[in-house]
C-alpha cells in the first residue's frame, strides 16, 4: 500500500477510508459538497445525471389507495421494481441504488468528527468553502451476465478515485460492482459539519483499489434465534459498507426451521418457533434481491444431515436419534439431537421435494448453495432404523451417497455446493472438483483442503468465530458442575478486534496453493445472540474481518497489519456505522482517540 501524511498528524487523527485502499495519496484541502451536486452516470452508452431531488421523485412513490402521495423508502420502492423471484437486480439498477444510498449517507447518515481532533479543534468554516463542482462516473467496461451472482474471482472489484483540489471528481471501474465499492470509498471521505453541510478534508485524493480476496462474508445464524428481515438488511447495509461481498445464512437447524417452503409449509408451521417468526417465500426473495442490489450475494444454508431435529416436528419418521434426553451429548453437539436418517428411501424423496422448491428461488440470486456437513455424529445412526451402526465402515459410503444425491441436484439447479469441511477431512468423501470446502477448526485443516486441490474458506474459530468468550448458555446439575467452574465455552476468552484482526487467512498455506483460498467469513452463532445484541456482537470486529479480507493480513512489506495504524481508522468506521443505524460497539474513548499515541504501551517517540 503506497500512503502519503500531507499534513501534521495531530491536526487529524483518523485517516477515512475502512477497509485500507492499495493505493491512497491524499492531501490537507478542505472541499465541500452540495445536495445540488449532480453525480454524472457514463455506461451502457449513455450519460445520466442524479441529484437528490431526483432520487426523492425517482420512482420511489406508490400510488396505491392505501399508500396514496406517501413517500416509501428507496428500498420498497427497488423491490417493488424487480420481477419477483424469477430476477436479480442489473447493473444499471445496483448503480441507481448506490448513487441514492452514497447521497444518502452522506447527507443524512453521517458524524461530525470531533472525537477524532484534539479539544482545541476548529471546524471548517462553510463560508469560506470550495465545493465540489462535478462527479463524473464511468464504467470502462460491459457487466458479465451474472453480474449480481458471480462466481468468486469473475467479476472485477477494482476502482479507481481522483478527487482535484479544485472539486472535479471521478470514479471509474470496470464493473457494476467495482462501481459500488468506490462510491462506497467516496462516502467515507466526507464528515458532517456541526452547522450543517458535508465537506472533505483531505483533497486532492487518488485511490487505486482491489480486494485481496474474492469471497468476503459474515455468516449469521437465524435459526437458534430469529432475527427479523430489517434486523437482516441493516446487516447487510453495514456488510456492504464494509466491502464484504457474501451474506452467508444458517438458515435451519435443530433448534427451528424459520424458512417458508411452500410446497413443504409444515416445516416452518411446526418447525418455527413461533408462526410470525418466518421468512415467508416473499421475505426470502426480498432478501436476496436486497443484497444483490448492493454487490452482495446471499448464500443459503441447509445443514444436514445433522443439526435438523427441527424437521421432526412435522416428519418425525425422516429423523433418527431425535430429542434423546437425558444424556443428548451422546448423539450430537447440542439439544435437540437429531440426524436425517442416512439409508431412507423417503429422505430422498423429502430431499427431492424440498430442493425442486427451494433452488429455483435460490438461483437467480446467487451462484452457490451451502448443503453443510458439519458435526455429524456417528452414534446418531445407532438409533437409525435404516442403517443401526455407528461403524465408519458401514456410514461411510451411505454418507458419500447422500451428498452425491444433493449435489447432483444442487448442480442440475445450475448452483455449486459448498460444504463444511467435515464432509472432506473427517468422513473423506470424493467430493467433485466445484464444490467448496468451508474451514472452521484450524489453519492446518485449510492447508488439507487446498492440499487435496479444493478451493476453501477460512473462519478459523479461534479468531473468527464471533460468539465466543460469552460464557456457558448450558445449565449444570450440581452432581457436575464444580468440574464446569467457572462455566467458560469451549471457544474463550472473548475474541476481540486485535485478535481477529490479527488472523491471516493464508497462514498454513503454501503460495503455490493459495490462489484456492477463495477468502473466508466471520461466524455468528445465535445460542446467546438475538436482535437485541447483534449488532454489538458483530460490529466493528466484523470490520476488522472484512479490512483482513479485502486489503490482506500483510502490508507491502510483508509485516503483519498495524493495530496501532488501524486503531483510529476503525474507530471512525465505528461512527460512521453507528451514524447508518448500527449498534456497533466501540474501539476506544474518545480520550484516545482524541490524543494519538498517549493510549499505547511500549510507545516510543
Known amino acids: 500500500m503506497k500512503f502519503y501524511l500531507l499534513f501534521p498528524y495531530l491536526a487529524y487523527l483518523a485517516l477515512a477510508i475502512w477497509p485500507l485502499p492499495t493505493t491512497y495519496e491524499h492531501g490537507d484541502t478542505v472541499l465541500w459538497l452540495s445536495e445540488d451536486t449532480s453525480f454524472d452516470w457514463a455506461g451502457a452508452g449513455d450519460v445520466r445525471s442524479f441529484t437528490v431531488q431526483d432520487f426523492n421523485d425517482f420512482n420511489f412513490r406508490t400510488k396505491s389507495n392505501a399508500h396514496a402521495n406517501k413517500q416509501e423508502s ?77 462466481l468468486a474471482g469473475t467479476v472485477n472489484e477494482s476502482y479507481k478515485l481522483e478527487l482535484t483540489e479544485d472539486g472535479d471528481v471521478s470514479i471509474t471501474a470496470n464493473s457494476s460492482v467495482g462501481i459500488l465499492r468506490g462510491l462506497t470509498t467516496f462516502t467515507q471521505l466526507f464528515y458532517q459539519h456541526s452547522a450543517g453541510g458535508a465537506y472533505t478534508p483531505l483533497a486532492p485524493v487518488t485511490i487505486s483499489d482491489a480486494p ?112 434423546v434426553q437425558p444424556d443428548w451429548d451422546t448423539y450430537c453437539a447440542e439439544p435437540p439431537c437429531g440426524t436425517l436418517k ?96 468451508q474451514s472452521w477448526r484450524s489453519d492446518k485443516a485449510v492447508a488439507q483442503i487446498v492440499g487435496k486441490g479444493h478451493k476453501a474458506l477460512a473462519g478459523n474459530y479461534q479468531y473468527w468465530y464471533l460468539d465466543c468468550g460469552k460464557g456457558q448458555w448450558l445449565n449444570f446439575d450440581p452432581s457436575v458442575s464444580g468440574q464446569y467452574w467457572p462455566y467458560q465455552d469451549y471457544c474463550a476468552p472473548f475474541h476481540n478486534w486485535r485478535l481477529a484482526y490479527s488472523y491471516d487467512p493464508l497462514g498454513s498455506v503454501p503460495e503455490s496453493a493459495q490462489h484456492l483460498v477463495l477468502g473466508g467469513e466471520a461466524h455468528m452463532w445465535a445460542e446467546q445472540t438475538d436482535p437485541v445484541n447483534v449488532d454489538r456482537m458483530i460490529w466493528p470486529r466484523g470490520s476488522a474481518v472484512a479490512e483482513i479480507l479485502w486489503s490482506g493480513a500483510k502490508d507491502d512489506q510483508g509485516r503483519n497489519r498495524s493495530q496501532i495504524d488501524a486503531a483510529p481508522r476503525l474507530s471512525e468506521m465505528r461512527e460512521r456505522l453507528v451514524a447508518r443505524g448500527v449498534g456497533a460497539e466501540p474501539i476506544q474513548m474518545p480520550y484516545c482517540t482524541m490524543q494519538g499515541t498517549v493510549c499505547q504501551l511500549g510507545y516510543h517517540r
Open 74 to 150: 428507496a428500498q420498497d420502492g427497488y423491490r417493488r421494481r424487480r420481477k419477483r423471484d424469477v430476477e436479480a437486480p442489473s447493473g444499471d439498477e445496483m448503480i441507481e441504488y448506490a448513487i441514492y444510498s452514497a447521497k444518502r449517507t452522506i447527507f443524512t447518515k453521517n458524524f461530525v468528527p470531533w472525537k477524532f481532533h484534539p479539544r482545541n479543534w476548529t471546524e471548517s468554516d462553510p463560508a469560506d468553502g470550495v465545493y465540489i463542482s462535478s462527479i463524473s462516473i464511468e464504467m470502462l467496461e460491459d457487466d458479465p451476465e451474472d453480474i449480481a451472482k458471480p
Open 212 to 323: 485481496r480476496f474474492s469471497h468476503r462474508g459474515i455468516n449469521l445464524d437465524v435459526s437458534r434465534n430469529y432475527f427479523s428481515p430489517k434486523d437482516l438488511e441493516r446487516t447487510m447495509d453495514a456488510l456492504a459498507y464494509n466491502k464484504m461481498n457474501r451474506f452467508h445464512l444458517h438458515v435451519t437447524d435443530g433448534q427451528s426451521w424459520p424458512l417458508e417452503i411452500p410446497s413443504l409449509p409444515s416445516l416452518s408451521q411446526k418447525g418455527a418457533y413461533r408462526p410470525d417468526l418466518v421468512y415467508t417465500a416473499d421475505n426470502f426473495a426480498d432478501l436476496q434481491y436486497y443484497a444483490a442490489l448492493q454487490g452482495v450475494e446471499l448464500i443459503t444454508e441447509i445443514d444436514m444431515p445433522g443439526h435438523t431435529s427441527s424437521i421432526a416436528l412435522s416428519y418425525p419418521e425422516l429423523i433418527a436419534a431425535y430429542n
Open 342 to 437: 442416512l439409508n431412507s428411501t423417503a429422505v430422498y424423496d423429502f430431499l427431492e421435494a424440498l430442493w425442486d422448491d427451494l433452488l429455483p428461488r435460490v438461483y437467480p440470486f446467487s451462484a452457490y448453495f451451502h448443503t453443510g456437513g458439519d458435526e455429524v455424529n456417528k452414534h446418531a445412526y445407532e438409533e437409525d432404523d435404516t442403517v443401526e451402526s455407528s461403524d465408519y465402515a458401514v456410514l461411510q459410503p451411505l454418507m458419500q451417497k447422500f451428498i452425491d444425491r444433493n449435489h447432483e441436484q444442487i448442480r442440475a439447479a445450475g448452483l455449486t455446493p459448498i460444504v463444511w469441511e467435515e464432509m472432506l477431512l473427517e468422513w473423506n468423501l470424493t467430493l467433485g472438483e466445484d464444490v467448496i470446502v
